[in-house]
T-cell receptor, first 115, second 109 residues
Framework: NAGVTQTPKFRILKIGQSMTLQCTQD?????MYWYRQDPGMGLKLIYYSVGAGITDKGEVPNGYNVSRSTTEDFPLRLELAAPSQTSVYFC??????????????FGEGSWLTVV | KQEVTQIPAALSVPEGENLVLNCSFTDSAIYNLQWFRQDPGKGLTSLLL?????REQTSGRLNASLDKSSGRSTLYIAASQPGDSATYLC????????FGAGTRLTVKP
């Protein structure tokens, strides 16, 4: 049981390039999330999904896109990378939404630097 | 808009001490509050979850309390150990999860 797996672990992008952060979970969770964590700050929600085919914006969605074609996968795409997107990105999943009190499981993070 | 604040930002204690980490939030209409641990270069691990109807939760040497009316939660760590060194984050949930910036704890042998 691998839990939540994110790739790549580290990536350096040039300004204007695009890339996709991959996230997959093997726990059959309905809910999946993408967060970013800037130095000394808490996590901020970028996008989330309540099930395959359904996605919604979080607190900081600008400059990102997501899709959820399967229950297991929730990729995050960065279009036209900017220095402000330099951050650590965390994918997470839970069986139900936060109001249910389900445990949320996090991946180990993807460190992205835009230069 | 929900704001979550954690004080102190960093804390250093000698091994064996009992300690308290604080979390405050501005909107008391929450479903639950969670405490997480984050080790350097790693993701977050859930430690304790308190539902809005509960006052506290315990797991081993950890005890978390919730006072929803005053917008406060505390995480009490008893008999601290060097292995407890990590960043501790609280997150409150009212439709989406909002995180504090965390308290970086160092327990010195």
């Amino acid at each position: 049981n691998a839990g939540v797996t994110q790739t790549p672990k580290f990536r350096i992008l040039k300004i204007g390039q695009s890339m996709t952060l991959q996230c997959t979970q093997d726990m059959n969770h309905n809910y999946m999330y993408w967060y970013r964590q800037d130095p000394g700050m808490g996590l901020k929600l970028i996008y989330y999904s309540v099930g395959a085919g359904i996605t919604d914006k979080g607190e900081v969605p600008n400059g990102y896109n997501v899709s959820r074609s399967t229950t297991e996968d929730f990729p995050l795409r960065l279009e036209l990378a900017a220095p402000s997107q330099t951050s650590v990105y965390f994918c997470a999943s839970s069986y139900e939404g936060g109001s249910s009190g389900n445990t949320i499981y996090f991946g180990e993070g993807s460190w992205l630097t835009v230069v | 808009k929900q704001e979550v604040t954690q004080i102190p930002a960093a804390l250093s204690v000698p091994e064996g001490e009992n300690l308290v980490l604080n979390c405050s939030f501005t909107d008391s209409a929450i479903y639950n509050l969670q405490w997480f641990r984050q080790d350097p270069g790693k993701g977050l691990t859930s430690l304790l979850l308190i539902q809005s109807s509960q006052r506290e939760q315990t797991s081993g040497r950890l005890n978390a309390s919730l006072d929803k009316s005053s917008g406060r939660s505390t995480l009490y760590i008893a008999a601290s150990q060097p292995g407890d060194s990590a960043t501790y984050l609280c997150a409150v949930n009212n439709n989406d999860m909002r995180f504090g910036a965390g308290t970086r704890l160092t327990v010195k042998p």
